[in-house]
């Protein structure tokens, strides 16, 4: 019985004398904030912006370099820290063009874009496409939203599959994210 306390004792004195075992080291979420708004070219509620703060209950490694912030891609930007593996998404606010013209009020409404002229009609039949210079694969799908050209909607195969997301090109036909040079 007499070891305890001195065990306890111990491990009190070494959790205290180094600080690196007694707290972990997270990311700065103000500093990712930073470096989105930056990348985007607009700040947090402004048009083209982060919708929102980085959430504050993320617990992220701390990145030995600078993170990287790539995007917008699909209306967010990509946050990474390729040393230790990790990646979030920060979703950005419509009117990426819009930024430029100078911050908005901070309850003003965001600008909406004008709505482009749907292509491709919820139930419409669409040839989905996928491939690069070197090959191509296409499928028949079914499309479950309108979409414009540049639009990025959901299409199935059947009612009861699951959906894919798919990038309108031309009316009736849409792709696959990630194949670009096809």
């Known amino acids: 019985m007499t070891n305890f306390p001195k065990i ?26 930073s470096l989105v708004a930056m990348t985007v070219g607009a700040n947090i509620g402004e048009p083209g912006g982060p919708i929102a703060p980085v ?8 990145c030995p370099t600078t993170p990287g912030v790539d995007g917008p891609v699909f209306g967010a930007a990509i946050v990474k820290c390729d040393a230790l593996g ?17 911050p908005v009020a901070r309850y003003a409404p965001a600008a909406r874009a004008i709505p482009k002229e749907a292509v491709v009609k919820k139930g ?3 040839q989905l496409m996928a491939g690069n210079a070197s090959f191509s694969v296409s499928r028949m ?20 599959a699951a959906p894919i997301l798919a990038q309108v090109v031309e009316m009736g036909i849409v792709r696959v994210p990630g194949f670009n040079n096809f």
């Open 124 to 126: 419409d039949p669409v």
């Open 55 to 62: 959430d504050r209950r993320l617990r992220l490694a701390a």
């Open 141 to 160: 799908m079914v499309a479950d939203e309108d979409g414009a050209v540049g639009q990025t909607i959901r299409v199935r195969e059947e009612k009861k």
């Open 86 to 102: 990790w990646r979030i998404r920060v979703p950005l606010g419509a009117g990426a063009a819009a930024a430029s013209s100078g």
């Open 8 to 33: 306890l004792l111990l491990a009190l004195s070494i959790s205290a004398s180094d600080p690196a075992l007694a707290q972990q080291k997270f990311e700065n979420l103000d500093r990712i904030d």
